[in-house]
């Protein structure tokens, strides 16, 4: 099969042209395409015509999406637009990914597929728009949720310039390192997913010809950042200065909501997200 995956340097993205080796992959990052150009995503996709698109591309910085609204617009909502009408002029299937920050963050029990959207920042109401504009341009789409990802962070020549950045559970290892007490967020609560459970389950999604739709894909359980960090530190048997600290008491721009929890009603659960990172960490 002929697969384009964009935002191939970004943390899922790498993890998905590891899952499709052996296929026509071609793995587009910024320098190979801007999705926010529409005249240059039309071209080159309708020049390359792959049978499968995933767009892994996006903005996700959280807190500076609240200054750059414009541009997280442009990146996550608009562009998803331009990627779904090129798929759709070239009869392609298209994967996108969205996030439990499109919900208000109110709900213990977490979210389910068909919940209504809300979101509480900048970050997720530019999401939110990236699903309707994906919606509105094709039936044949798969609009993944996720939460909380992690994964290997790019090595090599390209991890100065865009690639994968380091993730949750690299920083609190590095902070480890370094001595320094650390503190964690223990009121807001989500699903830690790695990239590797991710890509492999969405390529089980597809080759099952799964009805086109919402799907929630995250590890089965929940927990804070600070359960996250405490089971990261007890995997490596070590003990760094942990603080349990309440979300108001750090200094961040955007709200968050307290519950980005994803409920996974349409598909095979994904393994326990301790189960994961012990994996990752090995
Ligand atoms: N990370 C999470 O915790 C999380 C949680 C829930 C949902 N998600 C969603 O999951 C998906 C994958 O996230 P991720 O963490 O793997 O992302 P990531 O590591 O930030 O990677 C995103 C990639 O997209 C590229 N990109 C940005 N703007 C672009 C543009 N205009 N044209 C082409 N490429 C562009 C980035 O390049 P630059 O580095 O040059 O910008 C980067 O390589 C995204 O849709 C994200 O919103 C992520």
Redesign the pocket.
């Known amino acids: 099969m002929k697969v384009l995956i964009?935002?191939a340097?970004?943390?899922?993205?790498q993890a998905m042209v590891e899952v499709y080796h052996g296929h026509e992959v071609s793995a587009w990052?910024?320098a190979e395409?801007?999705?926010?150009d529409p005249d240059a995503v039309t071209q080159k996709i309708t020049e390359l015509a792959p049978e499968l698109i995933i767009n892994?591309?996006?903005?996700?910085a959280v807190d500076k999406a609240e200054e750059d609204r414009a541009i997280a617009d442009q990146?996550?909502g608009y562009?998803v637009g331009f990627v779904a009408k090129a798929a759709a002029q070239i009869g392609a299937t298209i994967v996108h990914?969205?996030?439990?920050q499109i919900f208000d963050g109110g709900n213990s029990g977490g979210y389910n597929e068909n919940d209504k959207p809300c979101p509480v920042n900048a970050y997720g109401m530019s999401?939110f728009m990236g699903e309707i504009e994906l919606q509105n341009s094709t039936e044949n789409f798969y609009l993944i949720r996720?939460?909380?990802?992690y994964g290997k962070p790019a090595v090599g020549p390209d991890a100065a310039v865009?690639?994968?950045?380091k993730s949750f559970t690299d920083i609190m290892l590095e902070m480890a390192k370094e001595g320094k007490p650390i503190n964690a967020v223990s009121n807001e609560f989500g699903n830690p997913t790695y990239?590797v459970d991710l890509a492999q389950a969405t390529r089980a999604l597809i080759e099952q010809q799964k009805p086109f739709g919402i799907y929630h894909l995250v590890n089965s359980g929940t927990a804070s950042r600070y359960d996250w960090a405490q089971e990261i530190f007890a995997i490596k048997g070590i003990s760094p200065e942990l603080n349990s600290v309440e979300g108001r008491f750090f200094e961040r721009r955007a709200k968050r909501p307290k519950y980005e929890v994803l409920n996974n009603n349409n598909f095979i659960q994904l393994r326990p997200w301790t189960e994961a990172l012990r994996e990752y960490l090995a």
Do not use: E, P
């Open positions: 964009l935002g340097k970004g943390n899922l993205g990052d910024r395409l801007d999705i926010t892994c591309a996006a903005y996700n990146i996550n562009a990914y969205s996030t439990g999401k996720t939460c909380w990802l865009g690639g994968a950045k990239v």
